[in-house]
C-alpha cells in the first residue's frame, strides 16, 4: 500500500526552472548526464514564469530522491543526504532544513501531477544545472564521486576503496561485456583494471556500483539489453529484495558506467573483484545477518518428513558450469542419492519436490513442504561466482533455521572438502516462505574448473549424500 501511494505521488510531481526563455509548453527538453529524461506524454515540460517546468517524476526516478506529499497542506517534502526541502503549492516560499528561502516561481498544480522547480531542487543537492536557451536545454550534471554521506555499505567489502583514475580520454578504457543476476548476485563481467565503486544509498534503497573509466563493450550490446542512450536493464524475479537492475553509460566525462540493484528494502552486500583472463565484479547480496538468536532444535517424537528439494529443473538450468555442466542434474543427483540412503532410515520419511528433470516454480516448492506439514527442508543447488570462487556455503533465512544450518553445514564441509566459506543469511524464497526449519546448500562452485569436476563425481555426490543424512539425523536426534 505505501509502495502505491508513493509511486502516486511520484506522479504528482514536476519541477520549475527559474531564469530562462519564453518556449511553448513542451519544447525544452532535460538531460541528466547527457542522457534525454523522458516525461509522460500527458506530462508536458513547460514554461511558466520564466521557469522551465518539467516532471519531477522523471527526475525522481532517475536520482532517486526520497519524495512525500500531503494533500492537505499541499507540501511537497524532498529529502536526500539528510537534506529536507519543502515547498508548497502556489507558494514561492520554501524551506531548506528549516531554513526560509525565496523561489523564482511556485510549485503547480496541473491535473496529473505537481510542478516543482529544478533548478532550486537540483543545486540544493549538488547537482549541476545547466540551461541552453538556444536549444531549449536542461542539462543536469550529478557530482562524479559517489555521495561521501552515502554508507559504504556491506559488511567484508573487499575491493571498494579503489582510486579513480583520470579518465577523460577513451585510451584504456575497461570495456564491460556482460551483466547477470542470479543466486543474488550481481556479477559483472569485464576487460580492464577499472576498480568499482559501490555504495548504499537510500531513498528509495539501492546499491550503486560505478565503474570509473569505462565503457560497453560490442559484445555487451550482443547479449544484453542496452537502448541508444546506453541505458538497459536486468528483470528480476525470485528475489524479493532486488526490484531490479539499471545499467547505463552514466558519464563520458570521464567514461563511467554505472549500475544500480533497485532494492525493496536495505540489504548488506559483499564486494568481490577476481582478476582472470576476464575480470569478475560480484556483488553478493547474501551477505550475513547479524542476528544471533538460536532456536533449539525439536526433540524427538516419531517419525519425521524430511523435503528434500534439487534446485531448478527443466526448462530452468540454474547455473552453467565452465564446461557446460548443469546445476539442475547436479542438484537433482545428489537428492536421488540422499533419498536412497534416507529411505533406508525406519523414523524418517522423505518426500522429494522433483525426482526427475521437472520445472517447478520456487512457491509450489515451499508449498509441497508447508502442506506436508514436513519437519526439515533442503534445497540442494550448486553456486556460480568468479572463476576462482570455491568452496561449500549454507544457507538460511529465518532463525527458526539457524541450528539446522550450523549442523548441516558441519557435515557438508565435511563431505567437499572445499573451503568453508561459512553459514549464511540468505534471502531465498524456498527457506523463507517454508514453516519448517529449512536449509539451502550451495556446495561448491560449478563456475570453478576443479570445483566443478569434484561435483560431478560419483565419489563426491556419495559422500555429500550422505553428509545431509548425518546432518538430518543429529539434528533430528535420531
Ligand atoms: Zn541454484
Do not use: C
Not at 277 to 282: A, D, I, Q
Not at 298 to 321: C, E, I, M, Q, T
Request: proline share 4%; glycine share 8%; no cysteine.
Amino acid at each position: 500500500m505505501k509502495k502505491f501511494v508513493f509511486m502516486l505521488l511520484l506522479l504528482l510531481f514536476v519541477v520549475v526552472l527559474p531564469g530562462h526563455g519564453h518556449a511553448a509548453a513542451g519544447t525544452n527538453k532535460i538531460f541528466l548526464d547527457d542522457k534525454e529524461l523522458t516525461a509522460g506524454q500527458d506530462v508536458p515540460v513547460e514554461n511558466v514564469n520564466s521557469s522551465v517546468m518539467v516532471p519531477l517524476r522523471m527526475i525522481a526516478e532517475n536520482l532517486g530522491y526520497k519524495v512525500d506529499w500531503d494533500q492537505k497542506s499541499k507540501t511537497i517534502t524532498i529529502e536526500q543526504q539528510g537534506k529536507t526541502i519543502k515547498l508548497f503549492v502556489d507558494q514561492t516560499t520554501a524551506s531548506v532544513d528549516d531554513k526560509t528561502v525565496t523561489l523564482t516561481a511556485a510549485p503547480l498544480l496541473r491535473t496529473n501531477t505537481t510542478l516543482v522547480p529544478i533548478r532550486f531542487i537540483g543545486e540544493q543537492f549538488g547537482l549541476t544545472v545547466k540551461w541552453d536557451n538556444t536549444a531549449k536545454v536542461v542539462n543536469l550534471i550529478t557530482p562524479i564521486m559517489p555521495d561521501p554521506n552515502a554508507d559504504p555499505g556491506g559488511n567484508s567489502g573487499g575491493g571498494t576503496n579503489g582510486t579513480v583514475p583520470p579518465a577523460d580520454t577513451t585510451a584504456n578504457l575497461t570495456m564491460v561485456n556482460g551483466v547477470s543476476f542470479s543466486e543474488n548476485k550481481l556479477i559483472i563481467a569485464m576487460d580492464g583494471s577499472s576498480q568499482p565503486k559501490v555504495s548504499k544509498v537510500t531513498g528509495p534503497e539501492r546499491i550503486v556500483i560505478d565503474l570509473p573509466n569505462a565503457n560497453f563493450s560490442d559484445l555487451f550490446k550482443t547479449g544484453q539489453e542496452l537502448d541508444s542512450s546506453l541505458n538497459g536493464k536486468l528483470t528480476i524475479t525470485d528475489y524479493p529484495d532486488v526490484s531490479g537492475v539499471r545499467y547505463s553509460l552514466y558519464s563520458t566525462a570521464p567514461y563511467t558506467v554505472r549500475f544500480v540493484i533497485d532494492l525493496t528494502q536495505a540489504q548488506n552486500y559483499s564486494v568481490d573483484v577476481t582478476e582472470d583472463v576476464s575480470k569478475l565484479v560480484v556483488i553478493d547480496l547474501n551477505a550475513a545477518s547479524t542476528d544471533t538468536t538460536v532456536t533449539p532444535p525439536p526433540v524427538n517424537n516419531g517419525r519425521k518428513l524430511v523435503v528434500l528439494d534439487a534446485g531448478h529443473g527443466a526448462k530452468d538450468s540454474g547455473a552453467v558450469g565452465v564446461t557446460g555442466k548443469y546445476e539442475k542434474n547436479f542438484n537433482l543427483a545428489i537428492v536421488l542419492k540422499a533419498a536412497a540412503l534416507l529411505k533406508k532410515e525406519s523414523n524418517i520419511d522423505v518426500v522429494l519436490t522433483r525426482s526427475d528433470d521437472t520445472f517447478l516454480e520456487l512457491k509450489d516448492r515451499a508449498g509441497m513442504a508447508n502442506n506436508l506439514k514436513a519437519d526439515l527442508f533442503i534445497s540442494v543447488h550448486a553456486n556460480s561466482g568468479s572463476p576462482a570462487a570455491t568452496g561449500t556455503e549454507t544457507y538460511y533465512q529465518r532463525d527458526a533455521s539457524k541450528a539446522l544450518a550450523n549442523v548441516m553445514h558441519k557435515y557438508l564441509v565435511q563431505a567437499t572438502g572445499l573451503s568453508d566459506r561459512g553459514v549464511r543469511y540468505g534471502n531465498f524464497h524456498v527457506i523463507r516462505e517454508t514453516t519448517m526449519p529449512a536449509v539451502l546448500l550451495e556446495v561448491g562452485y560449478l563456475s570453478n574448473k576443479g570445483d566443478e569436476a569434484l561435483l560431478f563425481s560419483d565419489a563426491l555426490q556419495n559422500k555429500v549424500a550422505a553428509g545431509i543424512v548425518s546432518g538430518i539425523k543429529e539434528y533430528l536426534g535420531l
